[in-house]
Each structure stands twice: as C-alpha cells, then as structure tokens.
C-alpha cells in the first residue's frame, strides 16, 4: 500500500479517504507519504466503507480512496467507483482480508483498480509476512522498481548470467521484495488454497446456523452479488441480551480456551489518529457503537469438526450463564 501511495504520486497536501474501521496499517501508510488520512464511518451491516459518508468527506485536497473489504466481505466498489469517477480520485484497495472474495463475478484483485494483499500468518494464504499489489500494468511496473530501492527495472537479474551490472535510480525506493524462501511458502500455500477456503466457508455455515437465531446475536451479512472470502467471523453481541460485555464475553471465551479477537479497534480511538486530527466518536456512529460489540470467533481453514463444536458450546455456556431473564408479561 505504501509503495502504491507513492507510485500513484499520493504526497503531502493530498487527502485520502479511508475506513474509520480498519487495522492501523491503513492509516499508517498514508502518513509515511505525508498525505492526510480521512477516516469516515461505515455500513452497519458489513462494516464496509459508507459510500454516502465518503462523499460527505470529500474536499478539493482529495487525492483517492483507499476502501477496505473487511473481513473478506468487498466493499461497494460499484458506488466507491461512480464517486470516484464523479470527482477525479483514484481507488486503491486494501485487500488484506480479501482474498479468494469475489465482487459481482470478478476476484478482488482482478478490477480495474490496484489491490495490496497481505500474506501475514493470519490471512488467508501466508509466506510468514509480506504481500502482494495487483493493478494496472503500468503501476505494478512503477511500483515493481519502489520495491527494490528504486532501481531500475533489469537490476532484478543483475546476479543472473544474462544479467548486468549497470542500473539506474530514478527515486529512492525501499526493500518492499518478497525473499524466495517466503514466496516457497506461499507457493505451497496457494495449492492448498481452494481446500482452505472452503474450510473457511464450511466453519461460517456452521457458526450461522447456530447463532442466528438467538437474540444475543446479530450475525455476519453476505450482501447479494458479493462472494465472501470469510477472513474472519465478526459476531455483533446485540446491547442488553446478556448482563455482560464484549470484554467479559471475551474472558469468558478466553477461560474456556477459545482464542478470540476483536478486529478492530477503530482509527477515531487510537490516540495518534485521534489526537493528530480530533476525531470525535460522534463523527463515527456505527463504528462507535460497534467497536464495544464486535467479537471475532476463531476462523481458519484448519479447524476440525470438533473445534467448531468446541466453539459453539463454549459461546452457548456464557449466554446461559449470563443471560438476561426475561419475566413473562
Ligand atoms: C493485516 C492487515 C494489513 C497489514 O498487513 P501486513 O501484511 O501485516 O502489513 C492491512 N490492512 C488490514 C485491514 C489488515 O487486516
């Protein structure tokens, strides 16, 4: 994402708008181009980028957009594109959960539009750290030669016997390459790939039928034409079912060693976002609200039969345990 800010010519003075719901690394990139990151609030049900508040924010100082598909849900790249269009900004996708995610038939990463993806140990497919940017030709080719310290472009196989010794630089770049032991990894990785995802798939199935029902529980939304890669499982505990919150539900889960997470701490609560450009929780809603709700289960394309089960009654102990009593009228 870095190195596509910059190939993109994303600098100071520049604006961009992202998802006030998102890992820090999102913002964090904006920042090192000396740009101004704008978060907005998102979609209640997916807690995707929301188109309307993007539009809202938008200022003559509006460089891009940079949407997040969270949790491997897309987000709505046809309504992000005609704003996108509307006012002259570039879209770059933060495809870290997004992965094996479709969006009205075409794979995130396979639009019209750059997409970074992250091959951390939690995603959907690792090489223990790094990534990967798709895109147009041209920007993957900028970006190809950012990635290698700026050299120019034949310094790749300056080592091999066709290879030469003489390279340019035209701009500083970075070390942003992918070793050949990592890439060893994801190869391995990608031809388990499909098998992991439809492990993925089968978990979310299972966690749906048996938490949907139940009144302590609103659970993940797979809006039509969106195929959803199910990087994580975010579960909304409804305000007011239970005599606790997310926190105690999550120590509940804890002590009866179930390994979840919360994604994500919104930008507007992490004191360098908040006090470098005053976010206020008014000015985020829906990601103020659900911040305190959100609880991911353990989703990942190796658990058993048995884990699911494990998990499902461990969730099914804390609600009979601190469910709320209901008199009858
Ligand atoms: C994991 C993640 C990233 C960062 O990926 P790294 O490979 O760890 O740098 C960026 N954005 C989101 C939404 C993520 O979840």
Redesign the pocket.
């Known amino acids: 994402m870095h190195s596509a800010l910059v190939a993109m010519g994303i600098g100071p003075g520049d604006e961009v708008i992202t998802s006030v719901w998102?890992?820090c690394?999102?913002a964090n990139v904006i920042e090192h181009v000396g740009a101004k990151p704008v978060p907005v609030d998102v979609d209640s049900d997916t807690l995707n980028l929301c188109p309307n508040e993007v539009e809202k924010a938008i200022t003559s100082s509006t460089r891009a957009i940079i949407p997040?598909h969270f949790a491997g849900h897309p987000a709505p790249l046809n309504e992000l594109n005609s704003i996108a269009e509307t006012h002259g900004l570039k879209i770059l996708e933060?495809a870290?959960?997004g992965l094996g995610a479709h969006y009205e038939g075409t794979p995130i990463g396979g639009g019209q539009h750059p997409a970074a993806f992250?091959?951390?140990a939690t995603?959907n497919l690792t090489t223990g750290?790094g990534?990967m940017l798709t895109g147009p030709d041209e920007l993957i080719e900028a970006t190809r030669v950012l990635t290698l310290h700026g050299m120019s472009r034949e310094a790749w196989s300056r080592y091999s016997n066709s290879g030469s010794w003489r390279y340019d630089v035209a701009s500083p770049g970075f070390k942003y390459n992918m070793t050949d032991v990592q890439a060893a990894l994801g190869l391995v990785q990608l031809d388990k790939f499909d098998e992991l995802q439809s492990r993925r798939h089968e978990v979310a199935h299972a966690y749906t039928q048996a938490f949907s029902d139940h009144p302590a529980f609103q659970t993940p939304v797979t809006r039509h034409g969106v195929g959803h890669a199910w990087h994580l499982y975010v579960l909304k505990l409804r305000p007011g079912a239970l005599s606790i919150g997310r926190d105690e539900f999550f120590e509940e889960l804890r002590a009866r060693n179930i390994g979840a997470s919360v994604h994500f701490i919104p930008l507007h609560q992490l004191s360098y976002y908040q006090n470098k450009y005053d976010l206020k929780p008014e000015n985020f809603p829906i990601a103020t609200r659900y911040a305190d709700q959100v609880i991911s289960l353990p989703m990942h394309g190796g658990l058993s039969r048995q884990d699911v089960t494990d998990v499902i009654e461990a969730v099914f102990s804390i609600v009979n345990k601190h469910q709320r009593l209901h008199v009858a009228a």
């Open positions: 998102t890992f690394a999102t997040v933060d870290a959960h992250s091959f951390y995603k750290e990534g």
